[in-house]
């Protein structure tokens, strides 16, 4: 069953001579429970792709839709992790009120609230860093919160726009770990937006991939990898390679298509 559907999707920044054409005729689905990557060469309108399904900016022409509903305006089921930490935390709140911040208005206890904050954090390896600042912590470990805050949520979608790319190789790989574990263990939906070629297909079971400004959809690959993934042993694996190079055909591609 698709939980989101996107159709025949354009946006177009500006008008007249000066217009510049982001993304045209995009269209794909995502079911229930699946976890994508988006992927593509610079400037093929990946963000714009992605902010335009979690309602920030209004597309000139086709649609969005989410479990059937059109979205018009940020759907209250839907959370986003950003590549940029350092301004999606608040430094002067602690660590568990930062995660507790988007539930204030979802009517739980403050019982529940800390339930939630506890569990999260747990999930990502930050148990017990409640009464902590952002900014005594790593930058891998400030992502990690920002992450746990968008499951605390439980959302039905949940979107990330290259969330790793500010921080070192060792931690990025650890991160990647890390969604695909929190994927499982709250099953839902995850879109994923990357510009590395590894990184999508390591973390997702289907990569989309998106050609040359206007972007639109060039291909879609079917990731078949073990749920489980290792950093050494599925980067060593035949099937990984195959897919990986199947990939960054298409990227060559994407780069030349107009």
Same mark, same amino acid.
């Given at each position: ?17 000066g ?80 995660? %507790?911040?988007?539930?204030?208005g !979802?009517?739980? +206890?403050?019982?529940?609230?800390? /339930?939630? #904050?506890?569990?999260? &954090? ?8 409640e ?5 005594e ?41 890390l ?24 973390? %997702?079971?289907?990569?989309?991939? !998106?050609?040359? +400004?206007?972007?639109?959809?060039? /291909?879609? #690959?079917?990731?078949? &990898? ?17 897919r ?15």
């Amino acid at each position: 069953m698709s939980i989101l559907e996107v159709n025949d999707l354009g946006k177009v920044y500006g008008a007249g001579g000066g217009a510049s054409i982001a993304l045209a005729d995009v269209s794909f689905s995502v079911e229930d429970g699946e976890l994508i990557s988006i992927v593509g060469p610079s400037g093929c309108g990946k963000t714009t792709l992605l902010k335009s399904i979690a309602g920030l900016i209004e597309p000139s022409s086709g649609s969005v839709a989410i479990a059937g509903t059109p979205v018009q305006g940020v759907p209250a089921d839907l959370a986003v992790v950003f590549q940029d930490y350092s301004r999606s935390l608040f430094p002067w709140m602690k660590v568990g009120t930062n995660i %507790a911040f988007p539930l204030a208005g !979802l009517g739980l +206890s403050r019982k529940e609230i800390a /339930a939630r #904050v506890s569990e999260c &954090l747990a999930a990502v390896g930050l148990g017990g860093k409640e009464g902590r600042y952002p900014w005594e912590l790593s930058g891998g470990m400030q992502q990690r919160v920002a992450i746990a805050r968008a499951l605390a949520y439980r959302p039905r979608i949940l979107l990330m726009d290259e969330p790793f790319a500010a921080v070192d190789a060792q931690t990025r790989s650890e991160l990647e770990d890390l969604t695909r574990s929190v994927h499982r263990s709250f099953d839902m939906t995850t879109i994923f937006v990357t510009h590395d070629i590894d990184e999508s297909v390591y973390v %997702a079971n289907r990569v989309v991939v !998106l050609r040359r +400004s206007p972007g639109g959809v060039l /291909a879609q #690959v079917d990731i078949d &990898l073990p749920e489980e993934r290792d950093q050494i042993v599925t980067k060593a694996d035949p099937e990984f390679i195959r897919r990986r190079r199947e990939v960054a055909q298409y990227i060559n591609e994407a780069a030349s298509a107009s």
